[in-house]
């Protein structure tokens, strides 16, 4: 070995790559003599300086079989010329590194995991186009009802970006733009941590420098790449279980209409103040689509604009409001529909009412999907 050289060290009690090292003397003296038990022997060593050290799962000996190791005793011999080994290893450690920066960034494990959870949100509302969030929103997809110091966390995303981009040289866009005030739908002030010059702008460079930074967001595609790069997992949306149901066709179950949905179905159509809706011209309950279905309520605008009102009553179960969700998608698609056949502008609103509260996965589909819900809790 010479100096400068890169030594990696297998452990031959965990079998498994442990240590990227640098040799840096060569012709030592051994200075480990007095651990041994048997008599020290007295050849001239290397000197090795610690790089880094790996303790996942990625670099034990039947992973390394699968990229040119051979067990054995090549164990017990160093190897120099196994390039597709060494090449599988170095970008193992590359890895590592980047895997790093979150801990490098945030010292407390609060942080740490809060930003863990925060990036691949950000990273799923970008790849699904969402561009609207609030701060809000994203509290509630981390499960609080209020949170102070979001700021500061959302400014530990940002460092975080900027660390990947200085080690990796990618252009990567900022996700912080995502997250907007839902008074004036910007970020706030603490976006100057992110571009100094923010808080010099007018609200209208502020609106196209954001939806600038936005479209870079949405259009990247190498989120996955940055996530596996952070070593962060992807943020889904869990649908498994209520999706089984509603695709078993046993949702519906054999009662007819309950109580609970019956009178919250009335309460809009005799209250429709309750949902925003004003100077209508006519409106029906059980109201028939050319696609056959059956609207809860709907109403006609004097501007002939049309509101689709899909109702999910305090007894609905999780699954039912989910299926309501993509109910409302199908009966804005028609009521579109039918505005092109008969030659009138398309301005029609779908909407959900929920007689309580919806869960944090239906929240999140909602936003992905853009559907209006409205949650009213009704004393009958």
């Known amino acids: 070995m010479s100096i400068g050289d890169i030594v990696y060290l297998y452990m031959s009690d965990t079998r498994h790559v442990r240590f990227k090292t640098l040799v840096v003397d060569t012709e030592c003296k051994r200075g480990d003599c007095k651990y041994w038990v048997a008599e020290c022997p007295s050849d001239l060593t290397f000197k090795l300086k610690l790089v880094e050290e790996y303790n996942g799962d990625k670099l034990n000996d039947d992973v390394l079989r699968n990229h040119g190791f051979n067990g054995g005793r090549s164990i017990e011999r160093p190897m120099c010329n196994n390039s597709q080994l060494f090449s599988y290893i170095e970008s193992v450690f ?65 460092d975080i970006f900027k660390k990947l981009i200085e080690r990796t040289g990618e252009e990567i866009p900022t996700l912080n733009a995502l997250v907007k005030s839902k008074s004036t739908g910007l970020p706030s002030t603490g976006f100057s941590y992110v571009y100094s010059s923010y808080d010099k702008m007018s609200q209208e460079e502020k609106q196209i420098f954001i939806a600038g930074l936005n479209a870079k967001a949405v259009e990247y595609d190498k989120w996955d790449w940055v996530l596996s790069s952070l070593g962060l997992t992807e943020s889904v949306i869990d649908i498994t279980a209520n999706e089984a149901k509603i695709r078993s066709g046993k949702l519906y179950g054999s009662g007819g209409e309950g109580d609970n949905h019956k009178k919250l179905k009335e309460y809009i159509y005799n209250h429709p103040e309750s949902i925003g809706v004003k100077d209508f011209k006519r409106r029906h309950m059980e109201y028939i689509l050319l696609s056959g279905d059956r609207l809860d309520v709907y109403f006609e605008l004097n501007n002939g604009a049309q509101i689709a009102v899909e109702i999910k009553s305090i007894s609905s179960s999780d699954a039912d409001v989910m299926r309501g969700l993509f109910q409302c998608v199908k009966y804005k698609s028609v009521l579109d529909a039918e505005s092109k056949v008969l030659g009138t502008k398309p301005q029609n609103v779908s909407m959900l009412v929920v007689g309580g509260k919806m869960s944090i996965e239906n929240m999140k589909i909602q936003e992905a999907l853009g559907i209006c819900v409205l949650e009213i809790e009704v004393q009958y």
């Not at 609030?134 to 981390?142: D, K, R, V």
């Open 94 to 158: 590359a890895h590592n590194s980047l895997a790093n920066i979150i801990e490098e960034v945030c010292h407390t494990a609060k942080s740490q995991d809060l930003v863990k959870r925060i990036i691949p949100i950000l990273v799923r509302w970008a790849k699904q186009g969402l561009t609207a969030n609030t701060y809000g929103n994203l509290i509630n997809e981390l499960g609080y009802s209020a949170f102070r110091g979001l700021s500061k966390q959302l400014g530990y995303v940002d």
